[in-house]
């Protein structure tokens, strides 16, 4: 590898951290206005979740930077695969396993949706597959990777 | 490999899309039943005591105008005596499918020897006690809903200034007198037995009448016992439907 090929696989690599940077921004402006939106209407009900929404958010954001900078590699199937196997760990602690309760002017309200997480976490998993298929796929295609 | 990629794909679209929409049409069933404000309707509760079993019950109906089935309708209540656990009870299930009407009477049981036999105190003293009632209901068959509120009540002992008094003898028969006050909201009827015991320990007579006392009533009865052995002293104890509610010593005067 001469000097320009390496030049221009760093000029690639950067401007690919960028186009990044710029897609996980436009993500973080996008939450940040649900998070506007939704503690605006439903106030103090949502702030007591706001702590989870952040670790959403956060982990999120991670996955997108990592998932597009990893773009034609390997690795950007096992960022997939591994924010499904968040998913379904987020959604399910979240979600106290699908129970939530929250009280409000002296009552107590309770909503059960244990059928929902598990297609919840069935989406997730039918995600696993996809992105191990995705990834056996392009092993296939570019062995070299 | 790229079909089942693009399957799995549109699987998964599809399956968020109904994951998404599934509680937005539920809010709106539900929006749909309850914003018309007669579709639900509670009458008033009615208590009744006898046979040993304490019973609530409420008329209920639901005019299901949504859009999906409503199941596990019940209503579940729980009572404390502070922190003591002391009873707990469910209604009947009821499923209200879309665009019917249903009607019926939402009816718990409670056994009073589950509860008396642990908290035999709750008989004879008036006392605060902590109850949590439940509403729940399931929609579509996946989502269910549970509104829960606690509030203290007044419980008013079914007997209440209970005093059991030997009145007098003869050779075949010992009398005893026994009055309470019934400061329940709920009459009392069913059978009220008085059991005589000698200092030994052994049954020497007992006595039953069927009483029927209203709430806020008084009773007051003679109990005639014809005894098998006359005894000056010993124990006496009396039950209602098969709960003792007291056991006192006794001497005769």
């Known amino acids: ?145 | 490999m790229r079909h089942i990629i693009k399957a799995l794909r549109l699987i998964i679209a599809v399956l968020w899309i109904a994951i998404l929409m599934l509680p937005v049409t539920v809010a709106l069933s539900l929006l749909k039943i309850f914003e018309a404000g007669n579709n639900v309707g509670i009458g008033k509760p009615s208590f009744d005591l006898s046979n040993g079993n304490f019973s609530i019950s409420i008329p209920f109906y639901m005019n299901n105008t949504g859009f999906y089935d409503l199941s596990e309708v019940y209503a579940y209540i729980k009572v404390y005596d502070g922190d003591k656990f002391i009873a707990e009870s469910s209604t009947n299930w009821l499923d209200v499918p879309a665009g019917e009407m249903v009607a019926s009477n939402l009816s718990i049981l409670i056994s009073l020897e589950d509860i008396f036999s642990e908290n035999r105190e709750l008989l004879t003293s008036n006392k605060e006690l902590n109850v949590s009632a439940s509403l729940h209901f399931r929609v579509a068959y996946a989502l269910a809903f549970t509104v829960t509120t606690s509030s203290t009540v007044q419980w008013g002992a079914p007997f209440s200034n209970l005093t059991i008094q030997h009145s007098s003898y003869n050779e075949t028969h010992q009398v005893f007198s026994v009055s309470f006050f019934n400061n329940a909201s709920f009459p009392i009827n069913g059978p009220l037995r008085l059991e005589l015991l000698n200092p030994s320990n052994t049954t020497v007579g007992l006595m039953e009448q069927q009483i029927g006392v209203p709430s806020k009533g008084l009773y007051q009865g003679l109990f005639e016992i014809p005894v098998s052995e006359l005894t000056n002293s010993g124990t006496v104890r009396l039950y209602f439907a098969d709960i003792l509610i007291r056991e006192e010593r006794w001497e005769s005067l």
Not at chain 1, 60 to 76: C, D, G, M, Q, V
């Open chain 1, 1 to 145: 590898m001469n000097e320009a090929e390496t030049k221009s696989n760093r000029r690639k690599f950067l401007v690919k951290i960028v186009k990044a940077a710029l897609v996980t921004a436009i993500y973080g402006v996008v939450w940040f206005l649900i998070w506007l939106l939704l503690s605006s209407f439903l106030g103090d009900l949502f702030l007591q979740f706001s702590a989870l929404y952040w670790i959403l958010v956060c982990a999120s954001l991670f996955f997108t930077f990592a998932i597009r900078i990893s773009e034609n590699t390997i690795y950007k199937y096992v960022f997939i695969i591994l924010r499904s196997f968040f998913l379904i760990v987020y959604i399910a602690y979240s979600t106290n396993f699908g129970v939530l309760s929250m009280d409000y002017a002296g009552f107590t309200f309770t909503v059960e949706f244990i059928p929902l997480l598990a297609i919840m976490v069935a989406i997730n998993l039918l995600s696993i597959a996809r992105g191990l298929i995705q990834a056996i796929e392009f092993s296939a295609q570019s062995p070299e990777d």
